[in-house]
């Protein structure tokens, strides 16, 4: 079987494992080439109370410029952190470019959380970001960007089950066919994740929570969700596969006391995601 690639758009931070630095070894070890596109370049990300930040949006045309003139086309495509309303719009001529009809194309629209945009979000950005999700077939949100999206209020962040299949419908009416809210608290001592695929009853993959939120969970979990759905596993699948296997790895951070935000050890259940 011819080998597929994915571009992964999304910044090059050396510490901390997040974006690039944990998707590509990821999708690796599931048999898929990984093509970065650097947005950014950090030597950690941004919870260290330091850090070295060069943004690579001026660069960006001349560098998937080349790709273009080698006529490349991607089997699946994945961005996350996106900085400015310009490198959105990098984004969308990329996929309009690159992206096969049955191409795979996961964003995780990554804006904010507890019901609280990023300090580096504009208006102007959550419209762009608006525009962005209508090309994504897998979305990966958590409540807040939900909500952001939909222009709802995020109140107190508790919505039903009927509600939340209220609103991925209305999401998935504009473009992406599936889609998890990752993250949802419940009960204290769980996390659930919420996953509408179009045209399917919803389900739910319920995970227990363990000790505190970590940085760059959502990053392993978009890359084994986009891994598994491109090796051809359902989404439900995928989504199962991707927070059970970020819990292993929390519970191995925390068994061994590791910072919140040096991110997720996957480095030592790689295997776990490898398949003959
Ligand atoms: O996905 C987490 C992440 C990615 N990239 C950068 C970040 C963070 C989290 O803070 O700062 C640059």
Not at 219 to 242: E, L, P, R, T
Request: include cysteine; proline fraction near 4%; charge should be negative.
């Amino acid at each position: 079987m011819k080998q597929k690639k994915m571009a992964l758009i999304n910044d090059v931070t050396g510490f901390g494992r997040c974006s690039v630095a944990v998707m590509a070894p990821i999708v690796s070890a599931m048999k898929i080439q990984a093509v970065t596109i650097p947005t950014a370049i950090l030597s950690t990300h941004t919870q260290f109370p330091e850090y070295f930040f060069d943004d690579y949006t001026p660069k960006m045309r001349d560098y998937i410029q080349t790709y273009k003139n080698l006529n490349m086309e991607f089997d699946g495509i994945a961005t996350g952190f996106l900085g400015s309303k310009e490198q959105v719009e990098i984004v969308i001529d990329f996929i309009q470019t690159f992206a096969k009809k049955d191409s795979m194309v996961l964003i995780d629209p990554v804006m904010g959380d507890y019901g609280q945009l990023y300090k580096t979000y504009t208006q102007e950005m959550c419209e762009k970001m608006k525009e962005l999700v209508c090309h994504a077939n897998i979305l990966t949100p958590n409540l807040t960007e939900l909500c952001t999206l939909l222009d709802m209020d995020y109140g107190t962040g508790k919505f039903s089950t009927d509600e939340l299949h209220d609103m991925c419908r209305e999401l998935s009416e504009r473009g992406p066919e599936n889609i998890v809210v990752t993250g949802i608290p419940f009960h204290k001592k769980q996390i659930m994740n919420y996953i509408y695929s179009k045209n399917e009853d919803p389900q739910i993959v319920m995970v227990d929570r363990i000790g505190v939120d970590r940085s760059g969970t959502g990053d392993v979990i978009s890359s084994v969700i986009a891994g598994m759905y491109m090796n051809g596993h359902s989404f439900y699948d995928a989504v199962s596969k991707a927070a059970k296997f970020a819990s292993k790895c929390i519970k191995y951070c925390e068994d061994n006391q590791v910072p919140s935000h040096w991110g997720l050890c996957f480095e030592m259940y790689m295997k776990d995601l490898m398949e003959d």
